[in-house]
């Protein structure tokens, strides 16, 4: 199974920018769909963006379309979530998730990290 360690959440305001990164362990990390979850207090855990384990384009929920950017590297066992013109509803905690063909049914997660945007 494959372990997940997130960093790079943090305190910033409004319109701001921040670059989160996962790091995977194992030697098969290409062989796994990547992606990006949030969960807001009070609210259950959302698809942010993921990116297929050959680096193909990613796909986005549509609140984020346009400001964050998905991105992975293979060769770092790393995959990136650049988000840009952050707003005060992304507030939450983002959690990596590496899926192997289970659909998002079952994935690995991480243990999440903050981003708190301030208005």
């Known amino acids: 199974q494959v372990q997940l360690v997130e960093s790079g959440g943090g305190l910033v305001q409004a319109g701001g920018s921040l670059r989160l990164s996962c790091a995977a362990s194992?030697?098969?990390?290409?062989?796994?769909?990547m992606g990006w979850f949030r969960q807001a207090p009070g609210k259950e855990r959302e698809f942010v963006a993921a990116v297929s384990g050959s680096n193909g384009s990613g796909y986005y929920t549509d609140s984020v379309k346009g400001r964050f950017t998905i991105s992975r590297d293979n060769a770092k066992n790393t995959v990136y979530l650049q988000m840009n013109s952050l707003k005060p509803e992304d507030t939450a905690v983002y959690y990596c998730?590496?899926?192997?063909?289970?659909?998002?049914?079952?994935?690995?997660w991480g243990q999440g990290t903050q981003v708190t945007v301030s208005s």
């Open positions: 194992g030697r098969t990390f290409s062989r796994y769909a």
């Open positions: 998730a590496a899926d192997r063909a289970t659909g998002w049914v079952s994935p690995a």
